[in-house]
């Protein structure tokens, strides 16, 4: 059971580069998430899925997109990238949503990315 | 609406303890707790979910307190891998479940 799995670990794009962060998740949840943190500001979320084909937009969504075609995975692409995309991205997953005690996010390791 | 954590860092001697704050504006449904080490993902600690209860984990405990819209998460007898920075995440009416969360306190544990 590897939980939630992030690729890649670390990436240096170029302004106007585009690229696709993945994510995986093997716990069967139907809840998915992206988040950005930034040093001192937190996690901020930036699009959010309660299952396959369904997403909605976070907080900060600008310059990204997402595309949930199954359960399992919940890629984030990056399109046009820019310096304030600069930023350490979680994918996280949950098992159910809302004041629930089953609704704890599970993490992946993050995604360094640095652009240039 | 961001949750304000206070205080934003504290720095501690083993076996002391710790107290540290999440304040909301909102009327919350839920408070999380997560726990985040230097270069590693967060990782959750406790939900308190609206009702006022008090959950514990070993010697980390928290409580939430409706009429203040106020979560305080108590860490006694600290060890040293207490230390990193701890996150409260908030859920409220208007949020669409998603949580919204604070931006972090730093506790360090010095031998």
Redesign the interface.
Known sequence: NAGVTQTPKFRILKIGQSMTLQCTQDMNHNYMYW?RQDP??????IY?SVGAGIT?K??VPNGYNVSRSTTEDFPLRLELAAPSQTSVY?CASSYS?????Y????????TRLTVL | QQPVQSPQAVILREGEDAVINCSSSKALYSVHWYRQKHGEAPVFLMILLKGGEQKGHEKISASFNEKKQQSSLYLTASQLSYSGTYFCGTEWAGSNYKLTFGKGTLLTVNP
């Open positions: 988040y001192g500001m937190g996690l901020k979320l959010y909605d976070g907080e979680f949503i809302g004041a629930s005690s609704n704890e996010q599970f993490f992946g390791p993050g």
